[in-house]
């Protein structure tokens, strides 16, 4: 039961209580009122409402800058940016040491794009609390917007030092890492955005690009796939497939090919890959196309004397050899130390005809170049369309000397043979033979040299060294009609006349046509004296070549022989329409002549052939014959001691001596 008196002392607090309350109602409210009931409006999700109480809390109170910061974080979420940057400012004029007020101005002048502010108040708040780590993410966001992806990469690196679990500014970090070429801690960053979340993981591209530039190309290739499959229209992605095809081990350059292609017919404009493109073409011999690909390529890096180069090379392919030249001076303008280039446009000038100007670029090379086989071997090649035997052959042994290569060796024997043949013609048999010895020394199996050997020596009638090494060429090369027609001559030669026939009908096996083996089997009845089939063979060999001097004269021989002058003349006079200066033939002219008993036509044949000889000693002796039978015997005695003076034939001379003598004392 309530007791008044023992409540007394209650009573009186009650009433003092109440009357305290009204006179708090009946005088003005404060500042902090204003503040609380603002904070209860925020409560109740009345924004506007709480503005209205903060700005007389304020009013109340304008030097409170934690009033100001409130009402300016409540316009921010009311979208009046202008406003709440015109609170926090006089915020931080009331308090210039609180971080939180300066990376609120920041973020608003960061929002209106204006980032040198944004900047300048994010580091006055990083100054002012070094420990609050989230601003290093502000600071980097900023730096990043301004440009300047040094100060960002920095920032962003430290924060996630305190943040490593942060995927946005890992993402980040990747980006930037990649456009550093920082290849590998942008494919560290990656693997960790991948393993995060590689349902959503997107940079496959990237990723792959990165794993691409570090040499990581199987990996690289599976990346630029995935790209791919998220977007099959991506030409750059195909583009680095190519290239990781192209460089993988072993290299897969067929789908490098196909992969570029399709990069190509996305986005034409693809100019970089164009020089890799160019180059696998090039590999195919399809130098038209590689042509094209390079000059596309060179439109849009006109600086990469790489890309000059290969175009010389595919250019000179086609015999574009103006165009070579030019191109390889490019590289040379780029490149002045350019090795290659030098001895690729004195290469180029020598397919264009023009051997001097070629020689004089290896000649200037060569003083710079040391040790490069590669200089002396083209040298050589200048020195052969030059004709210069000993110096192509200098040039190839220098160039084996610092390369053991088997194509210089073979070089150096073909040089060994062309110097051997020279040799030949010049009747130089001896030095003829240690040519072709060279030769075979470089090439053992040439088939030529032992060919040129066997003919030296058959020249020199060794006629079994002839015979060996006729045997050896053949060995090495029983498909060369030319070689069984050669060892059918030294069998002849020897009188083997058996094994030469079949010489020559193996031949005839190899080439029906061959003129020089229906000549052997001629000379074969000849020296059976089977007139017919003699006769029969050779007409068959000229049938086959109407230009054989020596079977025309062999023709008249035969006649001759069988005292048919008038035939005989008719071939000898044939072999003359060929070969007007061949002394065999107006000899043999004239021999027929003289039996036909016209004299003076013999004697005009005689003169003619002393024109191309003086030393031919039967023309003297045949002149002799028919001044002695005119009884000339004056002009036969001179002409006949002219004879004795020239002839080798021992027997025939002291028979003409006695036969002079006898002349003398005729009148």
Do not use: W
Not at 244 to 261: G, R, V, W
Not at 314 to 330: G, M
Not at 471 to 485: G, Y
Not at 556 to 584: C, H, M, Q, R, V
Request: aromatic content about 14%; overall charge neutral.
């Amino acid at each position: 039961m309530f007791n008044i008196k023992n409540n007394k002392k209650f009573i009186i607090l009650f009433i003092f209580l109440f009357l305290f309350i009204q006179k708090v109602d009946a005088v003005a409210p404060s500042a902090y009122q204003y503040y609380a009931s603002a904070n209860y409006y925020i409560l109740k999700k009345q924004p506007k409402m709480a503005v209205e109480e903060l700005k007389k809390a304020i009013a109340l109170d304008e030097k409170d800058a934690m009033l100001r910061t409130k009402l300016a974080g409540l316009y921010v979420d009311l979208g009046m940016d202008e406003a709440a940057l015109s609170e926090y400012l006089k915020a931080k004029e009331l308090k210039s040491d609180d971080a939180f007020i300066n990376i609120s101005i920041a973020n608003i002048y960061e929002k209106r794009k204006d980032y040198a502010k944004a900047l300048d108040y994010y580091s006055m708040a990083e100054k002012l609390a070094p420990n609050y780590k989230y601003n290093l993410l502000n600071l980097g966001n900023v730096y990043m917007q301004l440009g300047q992806t040094d100060e960002a990469l920095k920032y962003y690196k430290e924060f996630s030092v305190f943040y490593p679990y942060h995927y946005e500014v890992k993402k980040v970090l990747a980006s930037l890492y990649l456009e550093k070429e920082d290849y590998k801690n942008a494919i560290e960053e990656y693997k960790f955005i991948y393993k995060k979340n590689p349902k959503e993981f997107r940079d496959y591209y990237k990723y792959a690009f990165a794993l691409m530039k570090t040499g990581d190309y199987t990996n690289a290739t599976e990346g630029f796939k995935e790209a791919l499959k998220q977007n099959p229209k991506d030409a750059n992605a195909y583009a680095n497939l190519g290239i990781c095809y192209l460089n993988s081990t072993p290299a897969d350059k067929i789908a490098a090919k196909e992969a570029m292609e399709k990069a190509l017919n996305i986005n034409p404009d693809l100019n970089g890959i164009r020089f890799d493109y160019g180059n696998l073409l090039s590999q195919e011999n399809k130098f038209n196309e590689a042509y094209n690909e390079y000059k596309m390529y060179i439109s849009k890096y006109p600086s990469n004397a790489s890309a000059y180069y290969n175009l010389g090379i595919a250019t000179q392919k086609l015999n574009k050899y103006d165009e070579a030249i030019e191109d390889f001076q490019k590289v040379l303008s780029l490149e002045p130390n350019n090795t290659d280039a030098k001895l690729e446009l004195a290469r180029s000038y020598q397919l264009n005809k023009d051997s001097k100007r070629a020689l004089d670029i290896y000649n200037e090379a060569a003083k710079t170049i040391k040790d490069n086989a590669a200089l002396y071997y083209n040298t050589g090649l200048v020195y052969a369309d030059l004709n210069n035997y000993s110096e192509r052959i200098k040039a190839f042994e220098k160039a084996l000397e610092l390369k053991n290569d088997e194509e210089t060796k073979k070089q150096l024997a073909s040089v060994y043979i062309n110097a051997g043949n020279y040799d030949i013609n010049n009747s130089k048999y001896d030095e003829a033979i240690k040519k072709y010895q060279k030769a075979a020394e470089y090439n053992s199996d040439l088939a030529m040299a032992y060919t040129g050997l066997a003919y030296c020596y058959e020249k020199k009638s060794d006629m079994q060294k002839s015979l060996s090494f006729h045997e050896k060429a053949i060995a090495l090369e029983n498909k060369n009609t030319d070689s069984f027609v050669a060892y059918g001559n030294t069998l002849l030669h020897l009188n083997k006349y058996d094994e030469a026939k079949g010489a020559y009908q193996k031949a005839l096996e190899l080439n029906s046509k061959n003129d020089g083996a229906k000549e052997g089997l001629g000379d074969i009845y000849y020296k059976q004296e089977l007139f017919q089939k003699a006769v029969k063979e050779y007409k068959d060999a000229l049938a086959l070549n109407p230009q054989n001097t020596n079977v025309n004269i062999k023709l008249g021989n035969l006649y001759k022989d069988d005292l048919d002058n008038e035939k005989a003349l008719f071939y000898y006079n044939e072999a003359l329409k060929i070969s007007p200066e061949n002394t065999t033939a107006l000899h043999n002219k004239a021999a027929a002549l003289y039996s036909l008993e016209k004299y003076q036509e013999a004697k005009d044949c005689y003169k003619t052939l002393l024109s191309y000889n003086r030393d031919f000693d039967m023309a003297y002796y045949g002149m002799g014959v028919i001044f002695e039978k005119e009884k000339n015997y004056s002009e036969a005695v001179k002409n006949y001691e002219k004879f004795v003076s020239l002839t080798a034939d021992g027997t025939l001379k002291n028979t003409i001596k006695r036969r002079i003598e006898l002349l003398k004392t005729r009148k």
